[in-house]
């Protein structure tokens, strides 16, 4: 573990050293408050949003630790968990094409490749998050032990986040520098995930916990999609692949039903 850290830091030495040297290469070094100004207004909403966003994880981990015992919290803490790989791909590709919305003039292009590149992305995650499901109950005990069979459950609720993870309404917001409403919609996330954990925790246990962060990062999504229905006017249909979503969705849904 401890190799593995300094491993991380020096990886990360090398990256910024080789960014100092891109920024000499290429850039012209000037101090503009006017572009400080305009860019510390559009982050700020921006900073806020993944704060929120990161400590809903706590607050959960919190509300299992006061309700139940340490080695129920062991049990929550392994399964509460996304697949790695839709996270990295969708935010990823969500930051790349922030930059196509800058231009109001292309908005048509740049919502068709959206939709195009989401529909692509769900061809390739939405399999694997469907086979996951299917053998996770399989697998936990050999990845880990048998103490933590029970973390497969949870782990196939937080599985389901990829139907919400793969749609995209906020990468034209934050191209179109409408941060501020991003930061409104993490804040409901966060309200009515603490709200929901603190009644399905009482019904459905750790479950419950895992259920209130599904439904609230829906929501959270839900307001940027109308936001960008109504104030925007930019129909659903004209950056998410929705026949190609919803056929995906259901069938994870099946997939989880089956097994849970």
């Known amino acids: 573990m401890k190799f593995s850290i300094i491993g991380l830091v020096l990886i990360s030495a090398v990256r910024y050293v080789w960014l100092w040297i891109l920024l000499k290469k290429y850039a012209r070094f000037f101090l503009s408050k006017d572009f400080l100004k305009e860019h510390i207004s559009l982050a700020i909403p921006l900073i806020a949003s993944s704060l929120l966003g990161a400590s809903a994880q706590y ?8 309700k139940f015992d340490t080695s129920t919290f062991a049990i929550f803490r392994y399964g509460a968990k996304e697949f790695p790989l839709v996270v990295l791909m969708a935010n990823a590709m969500s930051t790349a094409l922030i930059p196509e919305f800058s231009s ?12 195009t590149k989401s529909a ?12 996951l499901i299917l053998l996770s109950e399989w697998l936990y005990p050999r990845i880990f032990n048998p ?3 029970d973390s497969a459950a949870i782990l196939n ?7 919400s993870r793969l749609i995209f309404p906020h990468t034209l917001l934050i191209g179109l520098k409408k941060t501020k409403v991003v930061m409104y919609a993490s804040m ?23 259920f209130a ?25 004209e950056y998410i692949p929705i026949s190609i979503w919803a056929i995906y ?10 097994v849970y």
Do not use: C
């Open 59 to 66: 607050v959960d981990g919190f509300l299992v630790l006061n």
């Open 104 to 115: 109001k003039e292309k908005m048509k292009d740049s919502l068709k490749m959206l939709r």
């Open 120 to 131: 692509r992305l769900a061809h390739f995650l939405f399999p694997i998050t469907i086979l």
């Open 147 to 149: 103490d933590f069979a």
């Open 157 to 163: 609720i937080y599985l389901l986040l990829i139907i």
């Open 188 to 210: 409901a996330e966060l309200l009515i995930n603490i709200v929901l954990s603190v009644i399905f925790i009482q019904y459905w246990g750790i479950e419950g916990v895992a």
């Open 213 to 237: 962060t599904l439904i609230a990062y829906g929501v959270q999504k839900i307001i940027w999609v109308i936001y960008n229905k109504t104030v925007l006017n930019i129909a659903v249909r």
């Open 249 to 258: 969705s259901l069938l994870t849904l099946l997939a989880f039903v089956v």
